[in-house]
């Protein structure tokens, strides 16, 4: 009976299908993984950490996926919570990058600002900000 509740109009091979391929998309990484949640939560049985963790990999967009496995994090090794953490940064990279690259090209510039010696004292740091 909770099976039916949790399966209103859906077979359990289309959840499973749904939940071997869905895709990152236009939605966040947190998004993915809640999506992912509610594929688990349908499914009458449970896939393990390791499963739901690489489809969460696979998943991803393939330059955070990248980016992921870059610093040596799979599926095998490393915890969800360390894997999100990894891929919501480089998600918020690569956002910064593109918005920054479209500023870039809608100020008629083909390239990142130049800072030339002659427009600041050579002493001088390129931004006002402290790095962290």
Same mark, same amino acid.
């Given at each position: 009976m909770l099976r039916d509740q949790c399966l209103p109009s859906s077979?359990?091979?289309?959840?499973?299908h749904h939940f071997e391929t869905l895709t990152h998309g236009s939605c966040d990484v947190c998004t993915l993984r809640d999506d992912l949640r509610v594929c688990v939560t349908q499914m009458s049985e449970s896939p393990s950490n390791y499963e739901?963790? !690489?489809?969460? @990999?696979?998943?991803?967009k393939p330059e955070l996926s990248a980016w992921v496995h870059?610093?040596?994090?799979?599926?095998? !090794?490393?915890? @969800?919570?360390?894997?999100m953490e990894v891929a919501l940064a480089a998600e918020e990279a690569h956002a910064y990058q593109t918005k920054f690259s479209g500023q870039s090209k809608v100020q008629g510039q083909t390239s990142t600002p130049s800072t030339s010696s002659v427009s600041r004292g050579v002493d001088e740091p390129l931004h006002s900000g402290a790095i962290e």
């Open positions: 077979t359990e091979l289309e959840v499973v739901f963790q !690489r489809q969460f @990999l696979q998943a991803l870059k610093l040596g994090l799979t599926a095998e !090794r490393s915890k @969800l919570y360390k894997i």
